[in-house]
């Protein structure tokens, strides 16, 4: 991935692949210009709405303009290019992994905009993504948004001995060990490119 002179937005939530997300193309030397994170809608499930809290706070940590937009349950592109439209980017990058769903309003996003799309963990092994963070020092937390996920696993802090078993887990249970199902959320509560350890802001049940 080249991009010395790219200056991109991140669409940011604070969780595991917003984070790495932001890591990675970093690492590969573009340039974050903003963090870019919905405001939930009133009313909103608590599986599928974002932690406003736990983005603004990561986004403290990692040293990053946040911008918040109004989010749409009906229309989840206008608002997100409305956001985008007023900031002098050239390109937007997302940490979906293997949601079409996403990665189809992503693309539609852009090209009405003419940006470029990056999304560095596109098509990767979700394991293979949660064992390289690991190694790279990121600490990461499970906050169940549903009940599914046995207790053992709730504010847990994954690790190289507990992370196989964790995978295995997701797997009987059909979810993806990322939390792109929706079915839990995966805090960064550390990692090298955050400035400090934070602290969860957000109610823990589901």
């Avoid at 573009?30 to 919905?38: A, R, S």
Wanted: proline content about 6%.
């Amino acid at each position: 991935m080249e991009g010395s002179e790219l200056k991109v937005a991140v669409l940011f939530s604070g969780n595991a692949s917003s984070v790495y997300c932001h890591h990675l193309i970093r690492e590969a030397g573009v340039d974050v210009g903003y963090l870019v994170t919905p405001k939930a809608p009133s009313g909103s499930r608590p599986r599928t709405s974002p932690d406003l809290g736990l983005a603004r706070i990561s986004a403290r940590s990692l040293a990053a303009p946040l911008i918040e937009f109004d989010a749409d349950e009906e229309d989840e592109t206008s608002p997100l290019i409305e956001a985008l439209a007023g900031l002098d980017i050239e390109g937007l990058c997302d940490g979906a992994v293997g949601s079409n769903r996403r990665r189809n309003r992503l693309v539609e996003v852009c090209r009405i905009l003419e940006i470029q799309l990056l999304l560095p963990l596109w098509h990767k092994d979700p394991a293979a993504i949660l064992s390289d963070m690991i190694e790279e020092g990121f600490l990461i937390m499970i906050v169940p948004k549903s009940g599914r996920l046995d207790e053992r696993w709730r504010c847990r802090v994954l690790d190289r001995k507990n992370r196989e078993e964790f995978v295995q887990a997701c797997d009987e249970l059909g979810m993806d060990p990322m939390g792109e199902s929706g079915e839990f959320e995966l805090a960064v509560l550390g990692g090298p490119n955050m400035l400090e350890r934070i602290e969860v802001p957000f109610n823990q049940s589901p």
